[in-house]
């Protein structure tokens, strides 16, 4: 009795054994059985099922046709004709957005994301919306994946990403997160940007009475004001007023630009506009080396004139390797203090404080741009 039972036992065990192993079809046709130790972005790696303790096996992805798990549960990869095309990548902000076509008539089941790094790290992408699942056949199919959502930090990792789906498999495209194709998300959530100073080529002192000519204000005020925002960095602190770890200053390309301004045309009565086109082609004229984000603040006018007494400034965030304006809005400052490079230079003080007070509107406004575009 004892010997039927220790055969029976064996039996149960050589089963489980048999029914735990994952199988692995290649393209030609023969197959591997064993236990799948890890699926990179360019093999798979996995113990043969009669030496599970002994050395690892990897075979190149593109040789696999499909692995059926030991759950019964098929991932495919290189079916001859896949029907997962055109698979375009791009991040918006936190969301990462997949664009794909599906080839052919009939619908696809299991429509997915699949998530690796480059170093073959698993990403598990649960927030999850868009055309997954059961997808009819078409083009322009989307899936959104919000990463932050998903507990990731992702900030300078390559990614692998691939589109499955059942009897297909899309090709791998890889996706940069610490891409220099910035929008506004990013922008304004940034821990490090450079400060340009303040631009005047655009500006004009309204109020013929209460300015002094032309030629003095740019031969005496406009590198006085620049220069007050670097001896005085701890007042106009851009990393304090726009929440970033990182803001170096450098002021040298604006006072090169505003020196060529037209001082007989600078101080007038007649009220100049500055459109956000202006700042794109003042900004796109920049000769700068570094790259990341800039910051820079485009005056329209400092106006002292009837009843008015305001400076009106773009703040300007752009790209600095393509010169693309990212995000732009123009703010009110009220000046103040004694002599003309301090009173002028408390209107910009004053947008600084305007722009740490709309941070978080401009946040909100661009998150929910960016998901309207989806």
């Given at each position: ?7 029976l036992?064996s ?10 192993q994952?199988?692995?079809t290649?393209k030609n ?17 996995y ?5 599970l303790s ?10 696999v ?5 030991s ?9 001859g ?51 997954v699942?059961?997808v ?10 919000d ?13 692998s ?5 059942d ?7 890889p ?20 400060f340009?100073?303040?631009d ?12 002094p000519k032309?030629q ?60 956000e086109?202006?700042v ?11 790259s ?14 009837q009843?008015?007494?305001f ?12 010169k693309?304006?990212i ?16 009173h ?6 004053e ?13 909100k406004?661009?998150e929910?741009?960016?998901r309207?575009?989806?």
């Open positions: 009795m004892n010997l039927i039972k220790l055969l036992l039996l149960f065990i050589f089963s489980s054994v048999i029914h735990a994952d199988v692995i290649k046709g023969t197959i591997e059985k064993g236990k799948i130790v890890e699926i990179g972005v360019d093999v798979i790696k113990k043969k099922m009669s030496n002994g050395p690892t096996y990897s075979i190149p992805k593109n040789s046709n499909y692995v059926t798990y759950n019964g549960t098929k991932e495919y990869f290189n079916k004709s896949d029907r997962i095309t055109n698979i375009q990548l791009q991040l918006e902000g936190n969301l990462l957005v997949a664009q794909y076509d599906i080839t052919g008539n009939k619908p696809l089941d299991n429509v997915r994301l699949s998530v690796n790094t480059t170093g073959g790290e698993k990403i598990n992408a649960t927030q999850i919306l868009g055309d699942g059961h009819e056949a078409g083009k322009m199919k989307k899936i959104v994946w990463i932050e959502s998903d507990g990731y930090d992702l900030q300078g990792k390559e990614l990403v691939k589109v499955l789906g009897e297909a498999a899309g090709s791998t495209t996706v940069n997160t610490g891409s220099t194709q910035y929008n506004c998300y990013n922008v304004l959530h940034t821990d490090e940007l450079v340009y100073g303040i005047l080529t655009q500006a004009k002192m309204i109020g013929v009475e209460e300015f032309g003095e204000i740019k031969n005496k005020y406009f590198k006085a004001w620049n220069q007050l925002m670097v001896d005085e960095k701890g007042k106009y602190d851009v990393r304090d007023f726009y929440r970033a770890k990182k803001a170096p200053y450098d002021i040298s390309i604006v006072n090169e630009r505003n020196n060529t301004v037209d001082d007989m045309t600078l101080v007038s009565n007649v009220t100049n506009t500055v459109t086109a202006d794109r082609r003042v900004v796109s004229q920049y000769n700068t080396f570094r990341g984000i800039g910051l820079v603040f485009i005056v329209e006018h400092f106006k002292k004139f009843r008015d007494n400076a009106s400034i773009w703040v300007t965030f752009f790209d600095i390797k393509t693309d304006v995000f732009a809005r123009k703010l009110k400052g009220k000046p103040g203090g004694f002599g003309l490079r301090n002028w230079a408390g209107a910009v003080l947008v600084m404080i305007q722009s740490e007070k709309n941070l978080r509107k401009w946040k406004e661009c929910e741009s960016l309207s575009d989806l």
